[in-house]
């Protein structure tokens, strides 16, 4: 029976092991810069294809509603406690799918439908699930967005405060998807204490940076704290919510039976596996690098020519505003993929474009870090950078770029690939 049922992906399966086999290599090929992208670590995804994918275990650790859980409970408890001394908390919820529904437990934890929330807008950087309006969180929610300044594309925080004083929000999110800047937890602390809001840091882009502290911790500052795994702290696809004592049930309420059934254990082992990694002395310098590679990216960058928002960066992305290069963002992203570049086109504030065809792309420094590139070689990928969207047009010149790319990257092997040549 077990021949029939089990054989390998490639022999029951060689479409799907033929694709699979094309995406390793493309990993391994490409400066993967998408910002929210990384490679997990061999430990983390064996973790994440274990037979625990077998297994059902709806409930909390010793609050199960299945048996057989005398291996899942110290699991989930092993990456709770990991996560939570990590991030210096007093309680983590690890069950999350993602960060979307974990900021959404959040509005049905501590909001009801109607009720005001403010959040930085999409077009300047913000997050859907920060009550953007094709969001649910937008539908369900009143949603006041606050913005950065025209000038230096910085958050505003005397428009947060007059919004705040005006609207008398229930929820204040900080945190964005595209903002490269550092966020001032202390001042949004501050406004939220002085309207009786429950302020709540999505820090899903930069949790690995914080964990290492090369970014400012919101601990201390926010009621609550939310955020992916992947990303920049190298785990598997999933997301958390860290909190204190006085928040932690009505965050794990929310979370289940709110929101979700059975949690996904396997994928809560691998961020267990992926939380000890970042409890090594390795994970800090790479941390580091990754801002110090971001910052001389954008120095590269500007020195050719580009704009950059905000000037440059304090973390590990940047937003390219690409208005005086005469190309929009989609088109610049198509070119710089097919040169072996991998990015998105973006928004930029105060963007006379659409969305769908915007003025800019969004690039960042955690997976060429994690391969090892570093201060040295961004000269090279703004270069590679340059030439493709000078030659967009071309797909020859394109083609020689990616070759370059995939020569210059074997020096630096991508982690967790199997690879067959």
Same mark, same amino acid.
């Given at each position: 029976?077990?021949?029939?049922?089990?054989?390998?992906?490639?022999?029951?399966?060689?479409?799907?092991?033929?694709?699979?086999?094309?995406?390793?290599?493309?990993?391994?090929d490409?400066l993967?810069?998408i910002?929210s992208?990384?490679?997990?670590?061999?430990?983390?995804?064996?973790?994440?294809?274990s037979?625990?994918?077998?297994?059902?275990?709806?409930?909390?650790p010793?609050?199960?509603?299945?048996?057989?859980?005398?291996?899942v409970?110290?699991?989930?408890e092993?990456?709770?406690?990991?996560?939570?001394?990590?991030?210096?908390?007093?309680?983590?919820?690890?069950?999350?799918?993602s960060?979307?529904?974990?900021n959404?437990?959040?509005?049905?934890?501590?909001?009801?439908?109607?009720?005001?929330v403010?959040?930085?807008?999409?077009?300047?950087?913000?997050?859907?699930?920060?009550?953007?309006s094709?969001?649910?969180?937008?539908?369900?929610f009143k949603s006041?967005?606050?913005?950065?300044?025209?000038?230096?594309?910085?958050?505003?925080?005397?428009?947060?405060?007059?919004?705040?004083?005006?609207?008398r929000?229930?929820?204040?999110?900080?945190?964005?998807?595209?903002?490269?800047?550092?966020?001032?937890?202390?001042?949004f602390?501050e406004?939220? #204490?002085?309207?009786? +809001? %429950?302020?709540? @840091?999505d *820090?899903?882009?930069i949790?690995?940076? &914080?964990?290492?502290?090369v970014?400012?911790s919101?601990?201390?500052?926010?009621?609550?704290?939310?955020?992916?795994?992947?990303?920049?702290?190298?785990?598997?696809?999933g997301?958390?919510?860290?909190?204190?004592?006085?928040?932690?049930?009505?965050?794990?309420?929310?979370?289940f039976?709110?929101l979700?059934g059975?949690?996904?254990?396997?994928?809560?082992?691998?961020?267990?596996?992926?939380a000890?990694?970042?409890?090594?002395?390795?994970?800090?310098?790479?941390?580091?690098?990754?801002?110090?590679?971001?910052?001389a990216?954008?120095?590269?960058?500007?020195?050719?020519?580009?704009?950059?928002?905000?000037?440059?960066?304090?973390?590990?992305?940047?937003l390219v505003?690409?208005?005086?290069?005469?190309?929009?963002?989609? #088109?610049?992203?198509? +070119? %710089?993929?097919? @040169?072996? *570049?991998?990015?998105?086109?973006?928004? &930029?504030?105060?963007?006379?474009?659409?969305?769908?065809?915007?003025?800019?792309?969004?690039?960042?420094?955690?997976?060429i870090?994690?391969?090892?590139?570093?201060?040295?070689?961004?000269?090279?990928?703004?270069?590679?950078?340059?030439?493709?969207?000078?030659?967009?047009?071309?797909?020859?010149?394109?083609?020689a770029?990616?070759?370059?790319?995939?020569?210059?990257?074997?020096a630096?092997?991508?982690?967790?690939?199997?690879?067959?040549?």
């Open positions: 029976m077990s021949d029939t049922f089990d054989p390998t992906i490639a022999a029951f399966d060689p479409e799907i092991a033929a694709l699979l086999a094309s995406e390793n290599r493309r990993q391994r490409k993967r810069m910002p992208e990384n490679y997990a670590s061999k430990a983390v995804q064996e973790a994440c294809g037979a625990l994918n077998n297994k059902y275990s709806e409930g909390y010793r609050k199960r509603y299945y048996e057989g859980q005398q291996f409970d110290p699991i989930e092993l990456a709770r406690d990991r996560i939570k001394a990590l991030f210096g908390v007093e309680h983590a919820n690890v069950q999350p799918y960060g979307s529904p974990a959404l437990a959040v509005f049905f934890a501590f909001a009801k439908p109607g009720d005001t403010m959040g930085l807008g999409l077009p300047h950087g913000g997050h859907l699930t920060h009550g953007w094709v969001s649910i969180t937008g539908a369900w006041v967005p606050y913005s950065v300044r025209r000038d230096d594309h910085r958050v505003d925080l005397d428009e947060v405060r007059s919004l705040a004083r005006t609207h929000p229930k929820l204040i999110f900080c945190g964005g998807t595209a903002y490269p800047r550092t966020w001032d937890w202390a001042a602390a406004i939220a #204490r002085e309207v009786g +809001a %429950l302020l709540v @840091a *820090i899903a882009h949790s690995g940076l &914080v964990a290492a502290g970014h400012p919101p601990v201390g500052f926010a009621d609550v704290i939310t955020s992916t795994t992947h990303k920049t702290l190298r785990g598997p696809r997301g958390m919510i860290l909190t204190g004592s006085a928040h932690a049930a009505a965050v794990d309420k929310a979370v039976p709110g979700q059975g949690p996904h254990v396997a994928n809560i082992a691998g961020l267990a596996v992926a000890r990694e970042a409890a090594q002395p390795a994970f800090k310098v790479y941390a580091r690098d990754v801002v110090d590679n971001a910052k990216l954008g120095e590269a960058l500007v020195a050719r020519g580009f704009d950059l928002v905000s000037g440059g960066t304090d973390n590990h992305l940047l505003d690409l208005t005086r290069k005469n190309i929009s963002g989609k #088109r610049a992203a198509r +070119a %710089l993929d097919q @040169a072996g *570049i991998e990015l998105n086109y973006n928004t &930029v504030p105060y963007d006379p474009r659409k969305p769908f065809d915007p003025s800019g792309v969004r690039l960042g420094t955690p997976a870090t994690t391969r090892g590139l570093k201060v040295a070689d961004m000269a090279e990928v703004a270069r590679w950078f340059d030439s493709a969207i000078t030659h967009a047009d071309d797909s020859d010149r394109l083609d770029i990616a070759a370059e790319v995939a020569g210059h990257l074997r630096f092997p991508a982690p967790g690939l199997v690879l067959e040549g």
